[in-house]
């Protein structure tokens, strides 16, 4: 059974740093889309971040385009997110994911991605 773990939420000053991490476990990760999302108190969950299998092919939102890095370890299984110059409207819970697709981009629907973790809180203040 696949399990997906995020870590590394917290609370945060605006204009400052948080790295979140997402562990894989129990199947070959290598092979995966990952993807990071959010959802917002009344807000529907949306795309941040995803990066293609090979780590050569990454996808941003526009809201956090040049703030956020996503990178992974495929060694390690893990997916991460660096994100800096942080907003209060960044303020959500963060979700990853992933996809089987290989070649999902940052229009593939929500619906496709196949396990979910149980998200991570960021929060930042003003």
């Known amino acids: 059974q696949v399990q997906l773990v995020e870590s590394g939420g917290g609370l945060v000053q605006a204009g400052g740093s948080l790295r979140l991490s997402c562990a894989a476990s129990?199947?070959?990760?290598?092979?995966?889309?990952m993807g990071w999302f959010r959802q917002a108190p009344g807000k529907e969950r949306e795309f941040v971040a995803s990066?293609?299998?090979?780590?050569?092919?990454?996808y941003y939102a526009d809201s956090v385009k040049g703030r956020y890095t996503i990178s992974r370890d495929n060694t390690k299984n893990t997916v991460n997110l660096q994100m800096n110059s942080l907003k209060p409207e960044d303020t959500a819970r963060y979700y990853c994911?992933?996809?089987?697709?290989?070649?999902?981009?940052?229009?593939?629907?929500?619906?496709?991605?196949?396990?979910w973790g149980q998200g991570t809180q960021v929060t930042v203040s003003t």
């Open positions: 129990g199947r070959t990760f290598s092979y995966y889309t």
């Open positions: 990066i293609r299998w090979s780590g050569g092919i990454t």
């Open positions: 994911a992933d996809n089987r697709n290989m070649m999902a981009t940052m229009s593939t629907p929500l619906r496709d991605y196949d396990n």
